[in-house]
Structure formats: structure tokens, C-alpha cells
């Protein structure tokens, strides 16, 4: 198993601005998927997803705005069995299986139980199946805190050791200044190192339907390409965005791997 390759779904990728799922882009991202493990017979590429957007779709389907913890739990609640249930139909159509594997920030960092959840992701990924991982956001009140997934979808990176960290986000990437302020603001196609200016660059609004930002993308990036993972944060409603990143096409933002040793 040459590349094992996380993607990052995020909230605004899988959703409409009413806050229902996109079932026509969840589709489309899933077939791409499902293309490039067929292409490369699965020797060459297996795929992990690290998916957001429960608390979203739970929040549209009751007809709830969660303001509170429990409420917000209620929600992923919801919103979790209808993202699985498009995404193993989905799969289905394909022929490809997918497995559920929803975490916690102590799971992920006790060394015994990180080992076996490690041990989990491998067996499906060697028969041929999709993990699809979500935070437990239903049980972990922490949890409800977290960037949206791009830190566990470092974490869970770094634990499988993958080759590539794809975040698929509403914006084609890291710029120097605001875009929707600044449209002259310069595009980042390549960053060699993650340095504080680059995390100033990030700063700025998050939408009310995601909870990190680009900042908490920029952080998971570090974290992962001090890992040795090369990381790319990308438009995921660009056609073919997928295909067109693992053939090393010119999209998104690229951060080059850290030499240096390893954040923890």
C-alpha cells in the first residue's frame, strides 16, 4: 500500500447555504474517489476520509439553530446517520464499502487506543474499503471546540502515516490578505515552511457553518508537514478537484514537507 491519502471534507463542501446536504456534490467527490481507487487497482492509492458537516445537516433536518451543548450534540446526532447514509449509498453505487469510525481527542492521543484504531483503518483500508472518520461530537463536549476536523484530520494523518493530507475548503487556498476584501490579494500557490507571518495570513472571519477558519487549517499543515505529510488545501467544489490533485496538477495551496523534526 504505496499512498495512503486523508481527505478533509469540509462543512461548506458538503452543504448548501441553507444548510442541507449537497447530495449532488458529496456525489461527486465520492465518484472521484471511487475513479482513482479503480484506476490504481488499490495498490497504488487508498483513501480515507475525515468528514464535517453533522452538526449542519442535524441542525437543517430538526429544524433547530443548536445553541447550546446538548442541542448542538442532538444535532451531530442527526446529521451524522444522514452523512453516512449518503456516503454508503454512494460508495455502494461504486462498488466500495466504507466503515463509520467516529473519535475522540483522547482516543487519538492514548498511545493503546490510537494503536488499535490505527489497526482498524489499516484492515479496511487493506479490504479495499473507505474509513469515513468524524469526531464523536455527540459524546465529547471538547469536541464541539475543535477547527471543524482539520486537527484530527492531521492527527488521524499522522497516525496512518499518509502520504498526503488533502482539505478540501469553499476557498481555492491560502492568500496574503483577505480576498473577499482585498481582491488584489496574492495567491499562495507554493509555501515552504509555515512561519508566523503565514499564520497572520490566516487570520480572519469564520462562517457561522464552519468552526475553524483558514487558521485552523494552516495550523493543521504544520502539524502535518512536520510529520513528513505533504498537505494541500484546496477548493472542493472545483471540477475534478480531487483527480486533478492527486495527478500533481496546479490547484490549491501546496505545503512542502518540514524536515525538521515533528510536532507532537
Given amino acids: 500500500m504505496k499512498n495512503k491519502i486523508v481527505i478533509k471534507i469540509g462543512t461548506r463542501i458538503l452543504t448548501t447555504d441553507s444548510g442541507q446536504l449537497d447530495k449532488n456534490n458529496l456525489k461527486n467527490l465520492v465518484d472521484q474517489i471511487s475513479t482513482l481507487q479503480k484506476t490504481y487497482r488499490g495498490d497504488e492509492y487508498r483513501f480515507i ?3 464535517s458537516g453533522s452538526i449542519t445537516c442535524g441542525s437543517e433536518a430538526l429544524g433547530i439553530t443548536p445553541n447550546t451543548i446538548p442541542e448542538k450534540q442532538a444535532a451531530a446526532s442527526v446529521g451524522q446517520y444522514l452523512l453516512m447514509q449518503e456516503y454508503g449509498k454512494c460508495f455502494k453505487e461504486n462498488g466500495i464499502n466504507v466503515g463509520q469510525i467516529l473519535l475522540t481527542r483522547d482516543g ?11 489497526n482498524t483503518m489499516n484492515t479496511l483500508l487493506n479490504q479495499g474499503a473507505i474509513p469515513i472518520i468524524n469526531e464523536n461530537d455527540s459524546v465529547a463536549t ?8 482539520d486537527e484530527l484530520s492531521s492527527k488521524v494523518s499522522a497516525l496512518i502515516k499518509a502520504s498526503k493530507l488533502i482539505l478540501l475548503t469553499d476557498t481555492d487556498g491560502l492568500y496574503e490578505k483577505n480576498p473577499m476584501i482585498d481582491t488584489d490579494a496574492k495567491f499562495l500557490r507554493t ?3 509555515i512561519t508566523d507571518d503565514i499564520i497572520r495570513m490566516a487570520n480572519g472571519p469564520v462562517n457561522k457553518r464552519s468552526r475553524g477558519g483558514m487558521k485552523s487549517k494552516i495550523e493543521a499543515a504544520k502539524f502535518a508537514t512536520s510529520n513528513g505529510i505533504e498537505t494541500i488545501i484546496a ?8 483527480e486533478k490533485l492527486i495527478n500533481n496538477e496546479s490547484f490549491g495551496t501546496l505545503f512542502l514537507v518540514n524536515q525538521k523534526e515533528g510536532l507532537k
Fill in 49 to 51: 476520509i475525515v468528514t
Fill in 108 to 118: 487519538i492521543e492514548d498511545e493503546a487506543r490510537a494503536e488499535n484504531i490505527k
Fill in 142 to 149: 471538547d469536541e464541539i471546540k475543535f477547527g471543524d476536523n
Fill in 191 to 193: 509555501v515552504k515552511l
Fill in 235 to 242: 477548493n472542493g467544489r472545483e471540477k475534478k478537484i480531487i
